[in-house]
């Protein structure tokens, strides 16, 4: 039996943490069994039980905040400050779905009558589907998690977790809230396997359907992969997310909403912004403001409250984001800040703007992961919205403007994404749907939407 074995790295320093050792392929079928025996006792439970033991996993998480973002650092590069944060958002996530989830599931009775008298009683009543896998990324290594498994276990499902190879204390300690919470031992479970034994799982009786969040290839081939087996997938792939800048913009308020939206998480996040379409008339303002927003952006020891920007996850990475970066500035972008690694051990870069950025420089074309902001200059709104569309990504995008009725237009008319801000970066919310369109994935999470992916519809009629 051949079991792997997982060794992060801490990306601040590059020095090598303890290995862990993994599950062999057969070990993780026979988890995702147990699973579903487990899963089958589950589902029977009532909504006060379920939300009484997702009560308690806040309290956990609640608990062990401190530990779990010190984690998070050492594995991913996650300053402690926003380690913290994720933590609070994954226990407010527990507490939302426990609160709601009853409602969100609610029977809805259909009126069958007709013109010559009532009809048949009828309803649509929402049950589980089994046992999700989850395919979950590191760059939030715990609020990917919970993402899917709070509504999923509120649900009656059971959950299996595949989770990104240089968090794996990361996701042994997810599996260890849920236990500690009093779930059933087998209802979730990590699996620390290769992304090679994928495939094998989601062909398993025991799984239901998956979800993934990764990148656009890792989305194909676990939505081929489900497809052959006919079971239901959500993915939640990679972004470009587009802000449009209006000419009747603050542009103050542009340049502050801009820079938190491209530094989130160091810029390595999905729902980033990435592409800040401005029109010509302010352009130039806005490129000296966004300058100095993302300054106040200095790399520093990520175990200290005060710092904003950590290490990016890993030297490879960084070194695609800087070839990216020249290469844009070979086909005529210009630099107006950072670009330069720093002459230190460690993942780290520095906050990027780049500006002139057009078709055929990857900072037009492709998503960069990681602190790099590309100003695009537009004629108009017209053409502004254009630029915004012309992307195979649709994830999240923004509005800037002093004109909220304009900015809502365009958010809600206009914008190819599953989500649109107006004066604001775009964030996710337990309380609202979160995905995209296009390359972008498919399916929901989060809010009523994200609850009913995984569950049976099911149409009842008492005659």
Same mark, same amino acid.
């Given at each position: 039996m051949t079991r792997p074995s997982f060794t992060p790295v801490n990306p601040a320093t590059g020095e090598a943490r303890q290995p862990v050792q993994g599950h062999s392929r057969q070990e993780a079928l026979d988890i995702a069994a147990a699973a579903a025996k487990a899963q089958q006792a589950w589902r029977g439970t009532g909504f006060a039980h379920r939300a009484a033991l997702m009560k308690t996993a806040a309290q956990v998480l609640r608990r062990r905040k401190d530990e779990l973002a010190a984690l998070m650092t050492a594995e991913m590069g996650k300053t402690l400050t926003d380690g913290r944060a994720e933590v609070e958002k994954c226990a407010f996530n527990c507490d939302h779905f426990a609160e709601h989830a009853e409602a969100y599931l609610a029977r809805e009775d259909v009126d069958l009558s007709d013109a010559h008298g009532p009809g048949p009683k009828a309803f649509v009543t929402f049950n589980p589907l089994g046992v999700v896998l989850a395919v979950m990324p590191w760059n939030f290594p715990f609020w990917q998690v919970f993402r899917f498994a709070a509504p999923t276990l509120m649900a009656g499902n059971g959950a299996v977790l595949k989770h990104a190879s240089n968090v794996p204390g990361c996701a042994l300690a997810i599996e260890s809230v849920f236990h500690e919470a009093g779930f059933p031992k087998d209802l979730f479970r990590t699996l620390l396997i290769p992304s090679g034994d994928v495939g094998a799982l989601i062909a398993s009786p025991a799984i239901a359907a998956v979800t993934l969040t990764g990148s656009v290839a890792a989305?194909? !081939?676990?939505?081929?992969?489900?497809? &052959?087996?006919?079971?239901? !997938?959500?993915?939640?792939?990679?972004?470009?997310?587009?802000?449009?800048?209006?000419?009747?913009?603050?542009?103050?308020?542009? +340049?502050?909403?801009?820079? +938190?939206?491209?530094?989130?998480?160091?810029? &390595? !996040?999905?729902?980033?912004?990435?592409?800040?379409?401005?029109?010509? &008339?302010?352009?130039?303002?806005?490129?000296?403001?966004?300058?100095?927003?993302?300054? /106040?952006?200095?790399?520093?020891? @990520?175990?200290?409250?005060?710092?904003?920007?950590?290490?990016?996850? !890993?030297?490879?990475? =960084?070194?695609?984001?800087?070839?990216?970066?020249? &290469?844009? =500035?070979?086909? *005529?972008?210009?630099?107006?800040? *950072?670009?330069?690694? @720093?002459?230190? @051990?460690?993942?780290?870069? @520095? $906050?990027?703007?780049? /500006?002139?950025?057009?078709?055929?420089?990857?900072?037009?074309?492709?998503?960069?992961?990681? $602190?790099?902001?590309a100003v695009i200059r537009a004629r108009d709104e017209a053409d502004a919205i254009r630029i915004a569309n012309d992307s195979p990504y649709g994830l999240g995008s923004g509005v800037i403007t002093s004109d909220l009725a304009r900015g809502e237009r365009i958010a809600a008319e206009a914008l190819d994404a599953g989500m649109a801000f107006v004066n604001k970066n775009v964030a996710s919310d337990p309380r609202l749907p979160f995905g995209g369109v296009k390359d972008s994935g498919n399916g929901r999470e989060c809010g009523r939407y994200g609850i009913l992916e995984f569950v049976n519809v099911k149409t009842v009629v008492v005659g």
């Open positions: 989305g194909r !081939s676990v939505a081929s992969q489900a497809g &052959q087996s006919l079971k239901k !997938s959500v993915l939640e792939l990679g972004g470009s997310d587009a802000y449009v800048i209006l000419e009747d913009a603050d542009i103050a308020l542009a +340049a502050k909403v801009c820079a +938190a939206a491209r530094m989130v998480n160091a810029g &390595q !996040s999905c729902v980033a912004g990435k592409r800040f379409i401005v029109v010509d &008339q302010i352009a130039q303002a806005f490129e000296t403001a966004l300058v100095e927003a993302m300054s /106040a952006w200095t790399p520093a020891d @990520p175990t200290d409250a005060t710092t904003k920007l950590g290490p990016l996850v !890993s030297l490879a990475a =960084r070194d695609e984001i800087h070839h990216q970066v020249r &290469q844009s =500035r070979d086909k *005529g972008a210009r630099l107006l800040l *950072g670009g330069v690694i @720093p002459d230190q @051990p460690g993942a780290w870069y @520095p $906050p990027t703007v780049l /500006a002139g950025v057009a078709p055929g420089q990857p900072a037009h074309d492709q998503e960069i992961f990681g $602190p790099v902001a």
